[in-house]
Structures are given as C-alpha cells and as structure tokens.
C-alpha cells in the first residue's frame, strides 16, 4: 500500500466535510468557500476539549498502539501510515489515509492475524451516550477511503461512552467505554461514496447553492452560517406556528401546506388544544392572560416556610468523582429563598468551586434548611433528582434530604396553566417568563446569565491553572446568577398570585 496526497485542485474533503455536505450543501460550499461563520463559543470548544480528553482515554487503554502524528505534514502522516499497516503488528492511532481527495484519520486501528493474512478493526472514538445516525455515515467514509486504499477491513465500530458506568476507583475508567458494531449498516453507504464525491467536486466548482433554512439547520449539528442564510431570506411570520409549545413544529409543518404560516391566521376549526387556543388569542389581540385566582386555589397548599430552591450541576464525559458516573449530573451550587408567611425572606446559598467532590459540602448546606414547609422549584422534577441523588451519595444527611425532596412542588405547571404573555414566544422557562412579568429583573445585568455559562465557569474556576482573583470573579457571578433564580421565582409567583 503507497499512499500519496492527490493533486488538490480540487478542494480537499474529509469526513467531517462529507457530513456538513448530508446535512446541507451550501452549508459545505460555504465551509470551503470561507464565507463568515460564527464564532466557536466557548461551549463548542468546551465539547471540543471533552472529546480529545475522551480520545486520549480510549487509545490509553489500548496497549502497544502507535501514534501517527499529523506533523510535519500530512504526507507524512500517509507515508508512516502505509509502513505500520504493512508491518500490522501493533493497533495504529490517528491512521491516515487518503482516496479521490478525502483525507481520513482514524481513531484506533486494530490488527488481526489468521491464516488468511491480517485484516483491521476500526474504532471511531465518539464522546457520546450511544451511537447516533450521524456517526454511520463518518464511520462509512472511513471505510470507503480505507478499503480503497488496499486494507482489509474486519470490522468497524463507534467506541461511545457507556453512561452506566460508575467510577468505583480513582482514575480506574476500565469499562466506562461500550462499541456499537456497525460493519452491516456502513457498506451500503460507503458504496455510495463515489457517486456522492462526484456530486460535491461539482456543487463546490460551482455558485453558492441556494438551501431554504429549516430544521436541518440544527441537527444533528447547529449550523455555523445561519446569520448568513437567514440574512438573505424573505422576513418569517411575526408569530410562527412553530412557536406554539410542544407540537408547533409539527402544526406549522402541516398549516404550511394551507398556506397559513401565521399564529392569528389559524383557523377557529382548528382543533387547537386550550393552551393553544390561549396563546393564539394572546397573539391575536395583545392582552396578557392572568388568572391570579386559580394561581392561589393551585398553590394553597404550599406549606410555609416556603423554600424557593435552584441547583446549578456539572456533569463529565470522564466522571471525576467516585460513584458518578459519565454526564451525571452533579450539583456544586444551590440558592435558596426562604419565606415566611408574612413575607419576610432569608436568602441561604453555598458554592463548592474547590474542584473535590462538591456533594457532600452542598448536602450539609442543604440539610440546615428548615425541615419543613414546601420546597418550591421552576421544573421541579430537576431539583427532586439532585436532591435524591444527593441523599444517596451522603448518607448522614439522607433523611432532611429526602423530606426535601417530598415537599419540592413546582412552580412551572402552574404559570402554565394561568398565565401567557405573548412575548414568551411559547416558552414557559424561567427565562421567557420573567421579562414579560419583571423586565428589571431579567438577567441582561448578569456575567453569568444562564446554565451553560454557569458549567463553564465551574470548569475554568476549578482549573488548577485559574488565579485567585479570577476564581473569586467567576464565583460572584455564580452567586448572582443562581441567587437571581430563586429570587425571580418569589417575584413571579407574587406577580402571578397577585400577593
Ligand atoms: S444555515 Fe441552514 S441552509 Fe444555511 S448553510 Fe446552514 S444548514 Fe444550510
């Protein structure tokens, strides 16, 4: 097997490129062509970051296995390539083989010997939960460029976390890995990669392919062009079908075919559900509905004091702590507002950013909270886990925990059922619902203003690398953001209850 680079007139492809292509062409034609892009955010470089980590962990376990660098260039890498294949003693990470200009590495290539000669099995190493639809079609590239390349192939599998795993021993992840066998379902495919090359050296020697937007455009990724496409489109309806909760997708899908694209336009015989029916007339007319009587009948029960609790939770790809387990979550903050009945509020809070195991500080915290009156959450069924998960990891606080856990209600059923501004745009997160009741309250003021910027302030704070003074920075904002929270939810309840 000699491999060389082919002469790249043409714009070189990888499987990564192939995969933007089966999403959207344009959106591979906009790739090459380097059109402006959004930037990579810091929760995409996160996910980046998560995914060598997880890389690096599965050529670990394997022993004996060579790297193929990517330096000093890729011709190289092909050359290295082709002698480890024909010597086929060792597993091969990072293989690199090239076909018809689409350029390939493959995670870890592992040899078997017999008498017919040595075939390989591939591993494609991915960070998630199981195998998705997505990764047969990396995983049938890899296969077409290799077996066009002369190498056997034996098998072929994504390597993917396994979310039961429970890391019982530090720094033991034997087994945390699980492979999903997927030789039958790639052939199929890879013997549609000839054509499918032809077809995208075509699409990219010519103009801008023009692609409508749609759901396409955030799965299985979120496109990187969409200010781009969306600039040059036709203004959407001002309240999209789309927008109402839970099956809007599926009714703007179906009400397009009518030619009706507009909330106000659907039709009174259209079977609306009372919600919908409820949003539909909030659109149509500009009024808030509020019902603060049916507010108080639902929440007469709620026992004082009342708690008003939030979490914020990290969870990893490669569990750091004994007894969690991969992308469980785990809580390293929470804030409560406690209430008494005339009004009166204590806030109580507590935040572990010292990078060990946070759940048994937080569990201590939470168990000098009162041990009665209702725990009161947006979602609650989130909280009700945290709150059990931690109960079960800290036992000597499992009974103010679990009580905690019994007298947690939730906040959101009832703003849904009595309450709909249309500025919620169908939303009825913590979030679409608070400007619309306190503008002054929402969290443009905030550094840290939603979950996703909490994870990764966690993560950069209890970097060993984080200095002191931007540790202290970053856990402010963490205190503001989950304080604001639970305060949000005292101010909305009393917004709604007409207290
Ligand atoms: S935004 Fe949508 S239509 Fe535009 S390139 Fe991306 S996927 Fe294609």
Not at 347 to 375: C, F, M, N, T, W
């Amino acid at each position: 097997m000699a491999q060389a680079l082919s002469h790249l007139r043409r714009p070189g492809l990888s499987k990564s490129r192939i995969s933007a292509f089966e999403q959207c062409p344009r959106r591979l034609w906009q790739q090459v062509h380097a059109r402006e892009r959004s930037d990579v955010d810091a929760s995409t470089q996160m996910s980046f970051a998560a995914g060598h980590a997880v890389g690096d962990l599965a050529c670990s376990q394997i022993a004996d296995g060579i790297m193929v660098e990517a330096e000093p260039d890729l011709q190289a890498a092909l050359t290295r390539t082709a002698e480890l294949v024909a010597i086929a003693d060792r597993p091969i990470f990072e293989a690199t083989f090239e076909h018809e200009g689409v350029l390939v590495r493959v995670d870890i290539l592992v040899p078997e010997r017999s008498a017919a000669g040595v075939a390989w099995h591939i591993y494609e190493v991915k960070s998630s939960g199981s195998a998705k639809s997505y990764h047969i079609g990396d995983l049938a590239t890899q296969y077409w460029v290799i077996a066009n390349c002369g190498v056997t192939i034996a098998s072929a599998s994504i390597r993917h976390i396994d979310t039961s795993f429970v890391l019982a021993t530090p720094d033991d992840y034997n087994g945390i890995f699980s492979d999903a066998p997927l030789m039958d379902q790639i052939s199929g495919i890879a013997a549609t990669r000839d054509a499918m090359i032809e077809d995208i050296q075509e699409m990219l020697a010519g103009e801008e392919p023009v692609c409508t937007t749609g759901t396409h455009c955030s799965s299985p990724f979120a496109c990187e062009f969409s200010s781009h496409c969306s600039s040059l489109e036709p203004a959407g309806p001002e309240w999209p079908i789309g927008e109402l909760p839970n099956t809007g997708a599926r009714l703007a899908e179906k009400w397009s075919a009518e030619s009706v694209f507009e909330i106000a336009d659907l039709p009174e015989d259209a079977g609306l559900n009372p919600l919908h029916t409820r949003i539909k007339h909030a659109v149509r007319t500009g009024e808030v509905y509020l019902d603060s009587d049916g507010v108080r009948q639902a929440t007469a029960g709620w026992a004082f004091p009342r708690i008003w609790l939030d979490f914020e939770t990290i969870g990893f790809a490669i569990p750091r702590w004994v007894g969690t387990s991969p992308y469980g979550q785990v809580p390293f903050q929470f804030s409560a507002h406690v209430e008494q009945a005339d009004g009166e509020l204590i806030h109580v809070e507590a935040l572990d950013l010292s990078g060990r195991d946070p759940r048994e500080p937080i569990a201590s915290a939470l168990a000098k909270l009162p041990r009665e009156g209702a725990v009161i959450a947006w979602n609650a069924g989130f909280e009700r886990r945290c709150l059990r998960m931690l109960a079960e990891a800290v036992p000597c606080h499992r009974e103010a925990l679990f009580s905690l856990a019994e007298r947690t209600v939730d906040l959101l059923p009832v703003a849904k059922a009595h309450y709909y501004h249309r500025d919620q745009r169908g939303s009825f997160s913590i979030k679409a619902v608070l400007p619309t009741l306190l503008p002054d309250l929402a969290y443009g003021d905030l550094a840290i203003a939603d979950g996703g910027d909490a994870q990764l302030a966690y993560v950069e704070a209890t970097d060993p690398g984080c200095s002191g003074e931007r540790r202290a920075e970053l856990a402010a904002g963490l205190v503001a953001y989950c304080e604001r929270d639970t305060l949000a939810m005292v101010e909305i309840y009393r917004e709604l209850s007409g207290r």
